[in-house]
């Protein structure tokens, strides 16, 4: 079964870091490409960050552009959002979501962690 | 940034009825787009990709159509389950971007 686990969430102060994780299991991680999802509360989804299955390309939403690192570690089948610089407005669940072979929409979602930028 | 917008923001309507929610593109994005369904507290779930095609195990009374700029995700006949939050999505280039999403009401 394809899984994505999310963790690393958390209270943070304006200005502050943290680093998010997927773990994934279930499929050959190296050979998809990956994207971090938000969803601040009561709003809808903003697609925030994604790479390609080697690691080698990497794309960001320009809200983010200049704060935020997506990486991953393909031999621990794990991707990860380091978030710098964060802002009240970053509050929100972070999800990672995967592609399949067929198509470059988003078929399999974590559950998401909860960021609150607050202080 | 390609700008998506989705119309109407809200719909009520009662099991039974079908209802078209509209998607729009600021430019073209050819087939390159896809639907969800996101019910409250839990992940959003991939009905329709490449604007027509229905993901696996998706009910049938749900389709989808339209190029271009503009697109329509359409429930032939709403069941109970359907009420729900949906969103669009293009894919066609980064970043990718999501409509402001269609929350669909019992009447």
């Known amino acids: 079964e394809v899984k994505l686990l999310e963790s690393g969430g958390g209270l943070v102060q304006p200005g502050g870091s943290l680093r998010l994780s997927c773990a994934a299991s279930?499929?050959?991680?190296?050979?998809?490409?990956m994207s971090w999802v938000r969803q601040a509360p009561g709003k809808g989804l903003e697609w925030v960050s994604g790479?390609?299955?080697?690691?080698?390309?990497?794309y960001y939403a320009d809200s983010v552009k200049g704060r935020f690192t997506i990486s991953r570690d393909n031999s621990k089948n794990t991707l990860y959002l380091q978030m710098d610089s964060l802002r009240a407005e970053d509050t929100a669940v972070y999800s990672c979501?995967?592609?399949?072979?067929?198509?470059?929409?988003?078929?399999?979602w974590g559950q998401g962690t909860m960021v609150t930028v607050s202080s | 940034d390609i700008q998506m917008t989705q119309s109407p923001s809200t719909l009520s309507a009662s099991v039974g009825d079908r209802v078209t929610i509209t998607c729009r593109a600021s430019?073209?994005?050819?087939?390159?787009l896809a639907w969800y369904q996101q019910e409250p507290g839990k992940a959003p779930k991939l009905l329709i990709y490449?604007?027509?095609t229905l993901e696996s195990v998706v009910p049938s009374r749900f389709s989808g159509s339209g190029s271009g700029t503009e697109f329509t995700l359409t429930i032939s006949s709403l069941q109970p389950e359907d009420f729900a939050t949906y969103y669009c999505?293009?894919?066609?280039?980064?970043?990718?971007?999501f409509g402001q999403g269609t929350k669909l009401e019992i009447k």
């Open positions: 979501a995967k592609t399949p072979w067929y198509s470059d929409a988003f078929h399999i």
């Open positions: 279930g499929f050959t991680f190296s050979t998809y490409a």
């Open positions: 790479i390609s299955g080697s690691g080698g390309n990497t």
């Open positions: 430019q073209s994005i050819s087939s390159w």
């Open positions: 490449k604007a027509s």
């Open positions: 999505q293009q894919y066609i280039t980064y970043p990718y971007t």
